[in-house]
């Protein structure tokens, strides 16, 4: 059974910066992207990133909205994702999901980050 924990979240000045984690536990394939998504108050959930599976190759995509500003990251032999994140926009506020499978996949808990000026 696939468990993912996110770690990182807190209240960040606009400017500052934040690493979030998520420690994957179970097995992926290669067909299993890793990816993050958020959810503002008040909105829809929404995609920010995602790459290939723990040793998998492929492309690196992001949003639009965190392009140039968030990194996407991952470790192999311990089996977690990183999302690296500059803060610039109050906009960023939202809860962080690690999900693993896209939208029909696995989700973690979720972990909140707010941002304040």
């Known amino acids: 059974q696939m468990q993912l924990v996110e770690n990182g979240g807190g209240s960040v000045q606009t400017g500052g910066s934040l690493k979030l984690s998520c420690a994957v536990t179970?097995?992926?394939?290669?067909?299993?992207?890793l990816g993050w998504y958020r959810q503002a108050p008040g909105k829809e959930r929404e995609f920010v990133a995602a790459?290939?599976?723990?040793?998998?190759?492929?492309?690196?995509v992001y949003a639009d909205s965190v392009r140039d500003r968030f990194t996407i990251s991952r470790a192999n032999a311990e089996n977690i994702l990183y999302l690296q994140m500059t803060i610039r926009k109050p906009a960023d506020t939202a809860i962080y999901y690690c999900?693993?499978?896209?939208?029909?996949?696995?989700w973690g808990r979720g972990t909140q980050v707010t941002v304040y000026s």
């Open positions: 999900n693993i499978g896209g939208t029909s996949g696995d």
């Open positions: 179970g097995r992926t394939t290669c067909t299993d992207r």
């Open positions: 790459l290939p599976g723990f040793w998998c190759s492929g492309a690196t």
